[in-house]
Nanobody, 125 residues
Framework: QVQVVESGGGLAQPGGSLRLSCTVS????????VAWFRQAPGKERDLVIG???????YYGDSALGRFAISRDNAKSTVFLQMNSLKPEDTAVYYC???????????????????WGQGTQVTVSS
């Protein structure tokens, strides 16, 4: 059974930084895509940023120029580095995993099979 666990959320000041981690376990393939989504109260779950099983990065509108994603395959962990945070970045951030993604940039929540429980990010002074 694949498990996805996020960590690293919390409170940050505007202009500050946070790094989220997503650790995947129970998978039998090393080829899987990972994406971060976020959902604010009353809003849809939107793509923040993703990385394919081949290591290619793709971005949602909110991440361009401010966020970065990286993966440590040896530790089955993906990191989301968030810089220049804004109050509108406040949301629950979810890590999503798709096994055998064939290197595709998957942008919709329904493309992903496994989800973490979410971690709250609050940006406020």
């Amino acid at each position: 059974q694949v498990q996805v666990v996020e960590s690293g959320g919390g409170l940050a000041q505007p202009g500050g930084s946070l790094r989220l981690s997503c650790t995947v376990s129970g998978h039998t393939t090393s080829s899987y895509g990972v994406a971060w989504f976020r959902q604010a109260p009353g809003k849809e779950r939107d793509l923040v940023i993703g990385i394919t099983g081949l290591g290619d990065t793709y971005y949602g509108d909110s991440a361009l120029g401010r966020f970065a994603i990286s993966r440590d395959n040896a530790k089955s962990t993906v990191f989301l580095q968030m810089n220049s945070l804004k109050p509108e970045d406040t949301a629950v951030y979810y890590c999503a995993v798709r096994l055998g993604d064939y290197g595709l940039a998957l942008i919709k929540p329904e493309h992903f099979e496994y989800w973490g429980q979410g971690t709250q990010v609050t940006v406020s002074s």
